[in-house]
T-cell receptor, first 113, second 115 residues
């Protein structure tokens, strides 16, 4: 079946550090891949997405590249800020029928000043 | 354009009581979804409406959960009677289109605590 695995948190970084949150998936065909973010006290927001192999999604300095060969969609940011502290969810929507989004468990990021 | 809205934002009830959650999707979005995150685990799919019809309710945990979308606009999710394990955050999302890979826009969630 379809599944998403992402690195466990929490991840604690100092401001301006480099961030990587690993995400791998299992799915048939070519799913669409997403990163969602949940800031404290708020709902889920779409951060970025990629719909086909080798696509790079980017937003607010975050990037993730759809790697079919490694079934990965790792999230990266070159220099994190305190305001990036949040929970990050990797997710996929399969293209083999059905509309449900499959989420990873979420990774909590703390950024210290 | 208004986003997906959910009401209430928080609900605290006792075991055995009934709670009804409401979701208003983005105007014009035919697809409406319910998800929940229990105890800090994965966000899991509950069900999917296309307009007023239940397209997929494979994620509904048991018959204590009832979702409706009369008229194809807002949706309600009723839990009756609530159990302790129902505590969590209930998210609603909506999307346009019929290909299944359109971006889903999420609401802020309803935090349910069953005591």
């Amino acid at each position: 079946g379809n599944s998403v695995t992402q690195m466990e948190g929490p991840v604690t970084l100092s401001e301006e550090a480099f961030l990587t949150i690993n995400c791998t998936y299992t799915a048939t065909g070519y799913p669409s891949l997403f990163w969602y973010v949940q800031y404290p006290g708020e709902g889920l927001q779409l951060l970025l997405k990629a719909t086909k192999a080798d696509d790079k999604g980017s937003n607010k300095g975050f990037e993730a590249t759809y790697r079919k060969e490694t079934t990965s969609f790792h999230l990266e940011k070159g220099s994190v800020q305190v305001s990036d502290s949040a929970v990050y969810f990797c997710a996929l929507t399969p293209n083999t029928g059905g509309f449900k989004t499959i989420f990873g468990a979420g990774t909590r990021l703390f950024v210290k000043a | 354009e208004a986003g997906v809205t959910q009401f209430p934002s928080h609900s605290v009830i006792e075991k055995g009581q009934t709670v009804t959650l409401r979701c208003d999707p983005i105007s014009g979005h035919d697809n409406l979804y319910w998800y929940r995150r229990v105890m800090g685990k994965e966000i899991k799919f509950l069900l999917h409406f296309v307009k007023e019809s239940k397209q997929d309710e494979s994620g509904m945990p048991n018959n204590r959960f009832l979702a409706e979308r009369t008229g194809g606009t807002y949706s309600t999710l009723k839990v009756q009677p609530a159990e302790l394990e129902d505590s969590g955050v209930y998210f609603c999302a909506s999307s346009q289109g019929d290909r299944g890979q359109e971006t889903q826009y999420f609401g802020p969630g309803t935090r349910l605590l069953v005591l």
